[in-house]
C-alpha cells in the first residue's frame, strides 16, 4: 500500500535502515531476526502501548514494524463500512522520520487487491509489479516510489476485514519470510487491540452525554460497572457482566458497600482511591485485585468518574478482567527468559517442559518431518506431566499433525480423538483437547510441529493458540539451524554427489570394526574402479557422467548382499572409484560371489536421458586379516589387485603378494629412514603464508624434505607415511620442531616477529610427554609461544578423541596456537570442534586447487569458511595456484592463505631474504 502524495525516492531506504546482527555464533540470521521480533511484539505489550488514543498507538506500531523488519514505509490503513474505501490511518516514512494521514483508496479503481484483501489474512508480494492481487499500483505508485515488494496484512475483526497494515520495501526485492509474515500478522492483531480499547474508551467517554446512551452502555458493557454513592460508598447499581462474572445477584449488592462485600483483597487502595475521587481527581488504568464470591482472585484494570445521579455525587467504576491477558503476557516473558541462552536439544526440551507446565497440558512434543517421502513425524523433545518422555514416531496421514502442517496453527478444544479416529493413539492416550502449530524453515517449507495435548476439554484455547504462535517463530529458526549443522556435517563424512560416505569415513569405519572385532572371522575390502569414463566425460559432458555415476551408486546399494550372507558399507572413494568393506563374512569365496555380483550390476547397460551407455568395472579384493589390519593396508592391497585386475582384463581379482612390486622398496626405504633422522639428513623448508586482505606476510610452514646420500631428494609422500607407520616419527617431528623455533629466535633477534606453522602426528598427541617436549624446546630456544603454531589432521583425534584433546589444552595454555591441517579430507565430528582449543582451519588444496571449476569444490570451501566462522576460526587455504582464486578466497571472508602463486617451499636463507624483501615493500607502501 503507498500514499500516492509521497515524493519519490532516489535510493533504497532499506539499505540504509536495515539492522546488521553481529557476534551470532552459531546462532544462524533467522534466530537473530526472530528474537528481535518477539522482543518488539514484547516490548509493546508491556509498555501498555495500546491502552493509548490511536493517534499515538498507530505512529508507534508503523514506528515498531519498520524498524524490525528494516523497511521504509509502513502504513495502517481503515476500510469502510460497505468494504468500498481505505482510508490512510498513519503512514511512517524512515528516511524522513515522517507521518502522514487521510489517503484514500477506492475498491473500483483496484478492484483485485480489494478482493485479495477480503479473503486473504497476507499479501505476500515478493514481486508487487507482477503479483496479481498488487500489480495494479505499478503506473501509480510501485514505479514512481520505486516500491519493489509488499506484505500486506489484513486486520481481521468480528469475523470480516477491518482494515490492512501494509510493509513496503523501497528499492529492493524482499522474499518475505515466513516469520516476516507472522510478524505482520501480530501487528494486524495488535491494532486490533487498539481498536477494542479505542472502543471502550470511546463507551466510557459517552456516559455523560445522555442518560439513555448511558443506560445502554452501562447495561451492555463487557466490562464490570458500578455505581457507588461517594458519601458513603454504598453501592446503587451494577451491571450484568457484574452479575455474571462476579457471581453476586444485584440484590445481594445494592445498598452495601464494597468493603462490606470483600471485594477488594486491599482495603487500604480502596480507600486511597474514593480520597483520591473525592478531591476532585480521575483514575484511570488503576491495576487492583478484586475477589469474586467464589473466593477466586482475579486482576482487574479499573477506571473511575465522578457523576450526579439525583443531585447526589456519584462514583462509576468502570472494571476490565485483564488477569488471562497478564497471565498471557507474564508466561511469555517467562518460557523467553527460560529457553534465550539455549540453542539444539536443550532449546527443544526446555521449551516443551515449560509450555506443558505454563498451559497445564499433559503432553507436549515437538517433531520434525521425516522418511523419504515425508510421511512421518519422529519427536526430537517429549515433556509428560511427570517429565521427560521418550521418543516416538507416527504417520502423518489421518492425524492432526497433518492438518496443521498443511492449514498452520490448529487448535481442537475438545473430542480431537472423534474428529481423527485414524489417529488411535489419541484415543489410547485419552486425549481430549489438541492445540498445535506448524515449524517452517525460511523457504516456507514445513520442517516439523510443536503440540500441547490434553486428556481434558479446553474452555478457552486461545492462550495456547497465543503461546504456541509466538515460540513457533524461534522453534523454527533453532530446527532448521539445527538442520544445516547436520548437512555440515553430512557433507563432512559423505560424497555428496551420490550420498554414499567418502573415503575418509570409510577408512574410519572399517578400522573401527577391526578394533570392536565386528569384522569377525574374514573380512573383505573390494575397491572398483570404472573403465573407459573418462570417454562418457569427455564426449557426452559431466552432466551425463554425474548421471552415470549416481546410477551405479544406486545398483551397488541395491546389490549389497548376496542373500542373507552379508552386508557391506559402500563409499565414493572419489573421481570414478567405489569401495566396499564387507564384514562377517564366513569364507574368503563370498567376497568373490560379492565381487562377481558387482561386476554384473555395474556393466549392465544403462539409459541416460535416452542414451544407452555400458562402462566396464575392475575390481579389487583384499581381505581381513590375510592381507592387511586396518583401513590403511587393506586400501593399499585392494588398490594393487584392482590394477592386476585391470591388466588382465578379469574383471575382479584378489590380492597377491606377488603383484606388490612395490613393497621392498619401501621395507628398504623405512630401515633407513630412522638413520636419516640420527644422521641429520633432514632438512626444514619453510613455504610463506600470507593475511589475503592486506598481503603481509603472517609466517611459514615448516615442511620436512629428506636429502637421502644415494636416491637424493626423496619426496615427502614416500617416507612420511613410512615415519607414521613407524615410531620414526617422533624423532622427526622433534627434529623438525626444534630447528624450526631455532630459526624463529633467529628471525626475533632480527627484529622479524613471524609464526612457523609445525605438523604434529597422531602418535605425539598419544603421548602424554608431548606438552613437555614442546615446552623444552621453546625454553631452549627462547621463543614466544605465541609464535609457534602447531598444525593436527582430523584423522589424528579419532583414536582417542579425549585423550588428543586433553594433550592439545596443556600446549594451548602455554599460549601456543592449534590449527586443523587438511580439514574436510577426514572425520570431523562438530561436537570434537568445539571441544578443541583451536586457533585455525586449513582447508585441503584438493578442494581450494578446483574450486573456481568445480561447483562441489566451491561449496565445501564456502561451507568451510562460515564453519569456522561461526566457531570463531581463522581460516587459512592452502594451494593458491592463481591470482582469481586468491581473489575469491578473499570475497569469501578467508584471511589466510598459502600456495605455488605465492611463494613454493623455500630453504632458511631464502625465506629470511624473502621476509626482508616483504619489509621493503611494506615500508615503501
Request: hydrophobic residues 40%; contains cysteine; proline residues 4%.
Amino acid at each position: 500500500m503507498i500514499d500516492p502524495s509521497h515524493p519519490q525516492h532516489e535510493q533504497s531506504p532499506d539499505l540504509l535502515l536495515a539492522a546488521v546482527p553481529g557476534g551470532l555464533g552459531l546462532e544462524t540470521e533467522v534466530a537473530a531476526r526472530v528474537r528481535s521480533q518477539q522482543e518488539a511484539l514484547l516490548e509493546i505489550m508491556q509498555g501498555q502501548v495500546l491502552a493509548k488514543d490511536l493517534s499515538q498507538v498507530f505512529p508507534l506500531l508503523t514506528e515498531v514494524a519498520a524498524r524490525t523488519l528494516s523497511v521504509a514505509r509502513v502504513s495502517v490503513w481503515h476500510l469502510s463500512e460497505d468494504k468500498q474505501v481505505l482510508e490512510l490511518c498513519d503512514l511512517y516514512d524512515g528516511i524522513g522520520g515522517s507521518h502522514a494521514d487521510g489517503t484514500q483508496l477506492s475498491a473500483i479503481r483496484y478492484p483485485a487487491y480489494f478482493d485479495a484483501l477480503m479473503s486473504q489474512r497476507v499479501i505476500s508480494a515478493s514481486d508487487a509489479q507482477r503479483n496479481p492481487a498488487t500489480r495494479e499500483f505499478k503506473d501509480d505508485y510501485l514505479v514512481p516510489l520505486h516500491i519493489h515488494s509488499m506484505l500486506d496484512a489484513a486486520i481481521w475483526y468480528d469475523g470480516t476485514t477491518q482494515g490492512v497494515v501494509c510493509v513496503e520495501s523501497v528499492g529492493e526485492r524482499r522474499e518475505w519470510t515466513p516469520d516476516e509474515q507472522m510478524f505482520a500478522g501480530s501487528i494486524a492483531d495488535l491494532v486490533v487491540l487498539a481498536l477494542e480499547n479505542d472502543r471502550r474508551r470511546v463507551a466510557q467517554n459517552r456516559l455523560s452525554d445522555s442518560e439513555h446512551r448511558f443506560s445502554q452502555v452501562f447495561r451492555l458493557s463487557p466490562d464490570w460497572m458500578v455505581i457507588t454513592r461517594l458519601s458513603d460508598g454504598a453501592v446503587l447499581e451494577v451491571n450484568e457482566s457484574f452479575e455474571s462474572q462476579s457471581g453476586y445477584r444485584s440484590d445481594e449488592v445494592i445498598g452495601r458497600t464494597t468493603r462490606e462485600l470483600g471485594l477488594w483483597v486491599d482495603v487500604e487502595q480502596r480507600e486511597a482511591l474514593y480520597r483520591q475521587v473525592r478531591e476532585g481527581n480521575q483514575l484511570r488504568g488503576l491495576e487492583a485485585e478484586l475477589r469474586l464470591k467464589s473466593g477466586v482472585i482475579r486482576t482487574f484494570q479499573i477506571s473511575t468518574e465522578r457523576i450526579v445521579i439525583a443531585g447526589e455525587p456519584c462514583l462509576i467504576s468502570i472494571n476490565r478482567d485483564i488477569t488471562d491477558s497478564k497471565r498471557q503476557q507474564r508466561l511469555v516473558f517467562e518460557i523467553a527468559q527460560g529457553v534465550a541462552a539455549a540453542t539444539g536439544e536443550t532449546f527443544f526440551r526446555s521449551l516443551v517442559e515449560r509450555l506443558l507446565q505454563a498451559l497445564g497440558a499433559d503432553l507436549a512434543f515437538i517433531g520434525e518431518v521425516s522418511g523419504e517421502d515425508r510421511e512421518q513425524i519422529r519427536t526430537i523433545a517429549v515433556q509428560k506431566r511427570d517429565g521427560p518422555a521418550p521418543a516416538f514416531a507416527y504417520d502423518l496421514d489421518g492425524s492432526p499433525c497433518e492438518t496443521i502442517l498443511g492449514q498452520g496453527v490448529c487448535a481442537y478444544p475438545r473430542d480431537v480423538a472423534a474428529l481423527f479416529p485414524r489417529d488411535k493413539a489419541l484415543a489410547d492416550k485419552h486425549i481430549e483437547g489438541y492445540v498445535g502449530a506448524p515449524l517452517v524453515d525460511s523457504s516456507g517449507c514445513a520442517l516439523g510441529l510443536m503440540a500441547v495435548l490434553f486428556t481434558r476439554p479446553l474452555e478457552q484455547s486461545e492462550l495456547a493458540v497465543q503461546l504456541l504462535r509466538i515460540f513457533a517463530i524461534r522453534a523454527s529458526a533453532e530446527l532448521e539451524r539445527r538442520r544445516q549443522l547436520e548437512e555440515l556435517e553430512f557433507r563432512a563424512t559423505h560424497d555428496m554427489l551420490t550420498r554414499l560416505m567418502n573415503r575418509a569415513t570409510l577408512e574410519r569405519g572399517i578400522d573401527r570394526s577391526i578394533a570392536d572385532g565386528h569384522a569377525g572371522g574374514v573380512g573383505a575390502l573390494l575397491m572398483l574402479d570404472l573403465d573407459r569414463f573418462k570417454e562418457v566425460n569427455d564426449t557426452l559432458g559431466h552432466a551425463v557422467g554425474d548421471s552415470l555415476l549416481v546410477r551405479i551408486a544406486k545398483r551397488l546399494v541395491m546389490e549389497n548382499s548376496v542373500g542373507n550372507v552379508c552386508t557391506g558399507d559402500i563409499a565414493r572413494l572419489g573421481g570414478d572409484e567405489f569401495a566396499v568393506w564387507l564384514t562377517g563374512i564366513e569364507a574368503a569365496h563370498i567376497a568373490d560371489l560379492v565381487a562377481s555380483r558387482a561386476l554384473s550390476a555395474v556393466t549392465a547397460p544403462f539409459d541416460i536421458d535416452g542414451i544407452k551407455l555400458e562402462v566396464g568395472v575392475s575390481i579389487g579384493i583384499a581381505l581381513y586379516p590375510a592381507h592387511g589390519g586396518s583401513a590403511s593396508e587393506l586400501m593399499r592391497c585392494a588398490d594393487i589387485a584392482m590394477y592386476a585386475a585391470k591388466r588382465k582384463g578379469a574383471g575382479y581379482a584378489r590380492y597377491e603378494a606377488a603383484q606388490d612390486s612395490y613393497s621392498p622398496k619401501r621395507l628398504a626405504l623405512m630401515g633407513e629412514l630412522g638413520d636419516a633422522v640420527r644422521a641429520g639428513q633432514l632438512e626444514v623448508n619453510y613455504q610463506p603464508r600470507l593475511t589475503l586482505a592486506s598481503g603481509i606476510t603472517s609466517g611459514f610452514e615448516a615442511l620436512v624434505r629428506w636429502r637421502h646420500p644415494v636416491r637424493g631428494l626423496v619426496p615427502p609422500g614416500e617416507f612420511i607415511p613410512l615415519a607414521e607407520m613407524t615410531d620414526v616419527i617422533r624423532p622427526l617431528t622433534l627434529a623438525v620442531l626444534d630447528e624450526s623455533l631455532r630459526q624463529v629466535a633467529e628471525w626475533s633477534r632480527q627484529e622479524r616477529r613471524v609464526t612457523v606453522a609445525v605438523n604434529l602426528s597422531a602418535r605425539h598427541l598419544m603421548d602424554e610427554s608431548c606438552p613437555h617436549q614442546v615446552r623444552r624446546l621453546l625454553e631452549k630456544h627462547g621463543v614466544d609461544p605465541a609464535l609457534l603454531e602447531l598444525e593436527i589432521t582430523e584423522s589424528a583425534i579419532i583414536v582417542d578423541p579425549a585423550r588428543a584433546i586433553a594433550t592439545l589444552k596443556h600446549i594451548h595454555d602455554m599460549g601456543v596456537k592449534i590449527a586443523i591441517d587438511d580439514f574436510g579430507t577426514g572425520y570431523s565430528s562438530l561436537s570434537h570442534l568445539r571441544r578443541m582449543p583451536l586457533h585455525a582451519l586449513k582447508i585441503d588444496v584438493s578442494f581450494v586447487t578446483h574450486m573456481l571449476q568445480n561447483e562441489q569444490d566451491a561449496v565445501i570451501v564456502e561451507s568451510t569458511i562460515g564453519l569456522a566462522h561461526n566457531l570463531g576460526l581463522t581460516v587459512v587455504a592452502e594451494g593458491i595456484e592463481d591470482e582469481p582464486t586468491l581473489k575469491r578466497l578473499r570475497e569469501l571472508g578467508c584471511e589466510e592463505g598459502q600456495g605455488y602463486f605465492i611463494a613454493r617451499p623455500m630453504n632458511a636463507a631464502a625465506a629470511s631474504d624473502w621476509l626482508q624483501a616483504q619489509a621493503a615493500i611494506s615500508n615503501k607502501t
